[in-house]
């Protein structure tokens, strides 16, 4: 039996690139492009990028890298603290879970489970903003994110998927 | 095996972390929204060079788009130009005549003038909130509260403050409620935001007409913002559903002025003052 290495370090620099993607991902969220400063039309980059990685390098998107980017982006979104951690966190723990059914199957079958995650999560995001908020948000702009979230899944999925292969 | 323990270990750790932070929030601590503004700080140098190649690539289109038609907007400039000289002058003398009329009935003036001018730097808020991050915070002399415009109206008003950075609130978010008074007939109402691209006018009086194109200004009521500032403009009227396009331009801002004005403090805007950086929700 070999002795066990830190997983993220036995890629060497590699084995960091998920996160630091993921981390220039959130920064690119916030930028003011096209109608992003109306706050409408931006994906959930994130989202996408730790689904991605989780889903084709699960050990290195480890839980801690989760909650790191998440709580990053509660701070730089101004949402409630925690609630982007909550949903990488259940991310991974979903992906974990079922990746053994959907592994190796067609990049249609990975695009249709993302959007199906991503639809529950942001239906629980909706209930817990609702809460701290203390009252029902309009549901309407988190329909439109989410669906553009589940439409870009494809082109930002493409993408990233070209710097995983020039990388690693 | 035992990575199956400790990963299973580490996501009920980092899950009781994210309910501490969830409660706190539902508790409604201040420290998140402490922390919060100096987040801001620390994203902006990353998102100042991020941005650089897209404002350039921006840039350029916009140059390679305008160039077709300089000569025709050279010439409606011009014109446009003459017209502001006559207006200027029209202007300057009523504000002199103003001014002599203020004093002589010892009338308080009521101009805020810009504390700073800031660039927009971020958004954030995703579907939840409508908010923006500007280039300027408390070491430019940004308070809490501080309303903010560009050329065509209001955008929003300030409600965190960090070392560098700001945030700002932007009139279409759920939470923002801007008394408003309707500049034809001089009625008070509430622009209210929806987290949508319109806003919703609330709390007219029973029987105001309101037309189609109708202009509001802030009423200065509450004192969260100073009266006769241009806030939206009518574009729906549905029996007591009034829709209003705001003329603030959130969809292309790029500078904004951050005002010197001292807004009341309320229920809704707690002041009091943080170390260092200050936070409100």
Redesign the interface.
Known sequence: MNARRPVMASFGAAGFLPVIVSFFMAAFMMLPVGTGAANIAMPHLVMISVFYWLSSRPILMPYGACALLGFMLDLWLDVPMGLNMLQLLLMRLFVINQLKHYKGRSRLVHWVIFGALAFGLYLLSWLLVSLVYGKILPWEPLALQWAITAFSYAPVGFLLGRIRRAAM | M??GKG?RG??WM??L??????G???AGSRV?HQ??AY??DI?SP??TL??QP?RAVQGGLERIAGVSDIYLENETLRDENERLRQWREAAMQLSRENERLRAMLKVPGREAPPEATAR??????????????VGAGGVDGIRRGSPVVDEAGVIGRVI?VGRWTS?VL?L?D??SRVPVRLERTGDLAIAEG????FLRLRFLPVGVQVRVGDRLITSGHGGAFPPDLPVARVVEVVDDFILLEPLGL????DYVRVMAYDPVPDGDLDLEPAAGGESSQ
């Not at chain 2, 927009?120 to 991050?133: D, L, P, T």
């Not at chain 2, 929806?194 to 691209?197: A, D, F, L, T, V």
């Not at chain 2, 959130?250 to 801002?253: A, D, F, Q, S, Y």
């Open positions: 035992r990575r990963g580490a996501f980092y899950l972390v994210t309910l501490v932070l969830l706190l929030e539902i998140p922390v919060r987040a801001n994203v990353v998102l991020l941005e897209i927009v730097i971020g958004v954030g808020g995703g579907a939840f909130e409508r908010s923006v991050i965190q945030r932007l279409t759920l939470n929806q987290n949508e691209s959130l969809g292309k801002m």
